[in-house]
């Protein structure tokens, strides 16, 4: 399975600020996701991210608030914008090499906003 | 969107002991995932069982699928401290633009007792 390296895999930020997660794969993938985890919660789909254009994101996600990029098909990233302590949570990329095949996910980044 | 839900949400046992849990989901699906997150960190994917099949092994790890009736269940065998985890399960939909995005449960947090 790919091998994912995501960075950092945690930060202290203060409000106001932004913070850019990086996810690395080691071989080509078909897609790349990003995914959050609040607090004591499951998962929740952010954005696909597409390879040369802009990501596709979810209900209740823009792209002013997490805006997106993946320059190639082995990495991609997530920036946290003007971020506010509800932006506290696991931020997680996943990948998948076609249909029917696991999704695997990166060690996340622990986001603590004070 | 269809959402996952697991049971029960947190399970208790002695090592040794076997755990079940279970997971229901609302609409068709191409396959079933099951993952593992210790302590907040990255998942591990476990399993995945395609819409046609019933029954997945995994050294101590069992997964059913009823599509009739919507869930799937996940049996870890003769149960050790290090199983100490949540356990998620994620649904793949079927049906055109779906593009492998996965919809979460919300977990059970299972401790196993030495």
């Known amino acids: 399975s790919a091998v994912i390296s995501q960075k950092p895999s945690r930060d202290i930020c203060q409000r106001g600020t932004s913070l850019t997660i990086q996810c690395q794969v080691d071989s080509q993938v078909t897609m790349m996701f990003w995914y959050r985890q609040q607090p004591g919660q499951s998962l929740t789909l952010i954005a696909t991210?597409?390879?040369?254009?802009?990501?596709?994101?979810e209900s209740g996600f823009v792209i002013d608030k997490f805006p997106i990029s993946r320059p190639n098909l082995t990495f991609s990233t997530l920036t946290v914008s003007n971020m506010s302590p509800e932006d506290s949570s696991i931020y997680l990329c996943?990948?998948?090499?076609?249909?029917?095949?696991?999704?695997?996910f990166g060690d996340g980044t622990r986001l603590s906003i004070l | 969107s269809q959402q996952g839900e697991e049971d029960p949400q947190a399970l208790s046992i002695q090592e040794g002991e076997n755990a079940t849990m279970n997971c229901s989901y609302k609409t068709s699906i191409n396959n079933l995932q099951w993952y593992r997150q210790n302590s907040g960190r990255g998942l591990v994917h476990l399993i995945l069982?395609?819409?046609?099949?019933r029954e997945k092994h995994s050294g101590r790890l069992r997964v059913t699928l009823d599509t009739s009736k919507k869930s799937s269940s996940l049996l870890i065998t003769a149960s050790r401290a290090a199983d100490t985890a949540s356990y998620f399960c994620a649904t793949d939909a079927r049906g055109g633009g779906s593009n492998y995005k996965l919809t979460f449960g919300k977990g059970t947090l299972l401790t196993v007792n030495p």
């Open positions: 069982i395609r819409s046609n099949e």
């Open positions: 996943s990948v998948i090499t076609g249909p029917n095949q696991p999704q695997h």
């Open positions: 991210a597409n390879q040369g254009s802009e990501a596709t994101y």
